[in-house]
């Protein structure tokens, strides 16, 4: 199983990114997927899931409005498009997929910063 991100970038404070995600090594259309981030010193956390459909998506407060979880399954790749970033959302941000185990990438850099 592997998740490679890209996408991440450095971006002034109210810019967008488009974060990517291809999965590979498994049955991609048959699994929530989910963004998570860790910033400098703090702990990781949630930030998006998207069910295996991607009827149902699910946010964290702190990006609910400004970010967008989506995924193709015919690409075997999910996205995160983040738009109004603040420096706040600066972090390494992770895809991830619970099979059996807890999988993740080896993540893509976020730095807002003016």
């Known amino acids: 199983l592997r998740l490679v991100e890209s996408g991440g970038a450095l971006v002034q404070p109210g810019g967008s990114l488009r974060l990517s995600c291809a999965a590979s090594g498994f049955t991609f259309s048959s699994y929530y997927m989910r963004w998570c981030r860790q910033a400098p010193g703090k702990e990781r956390e949630l930030v998006a899931s998207?069910?295996?459909?991607?009827?149902?998506?699910n946010y964290a407060n702190s990006v609910l409005g400004r970010f967008t979880i989506s995924r193709d399954n015919a690409k075997n790749t999910v996205y995160l498009e983040m738009n109004s970033l603040k420096p706040d959302d600066t972090a390494v941000y992770f895809c991830?997929?619970?099979?059996?185990?807890?999988?993740w990438g080896k993540g893509t850099l976020v730095t807002v910063s003016s």
């Open positions: 991830n997929v619970i099979k059996g185990g807890n999988y």
């Open positions: 998207i069910s295996s459909s991607g009827d149902s998506t």
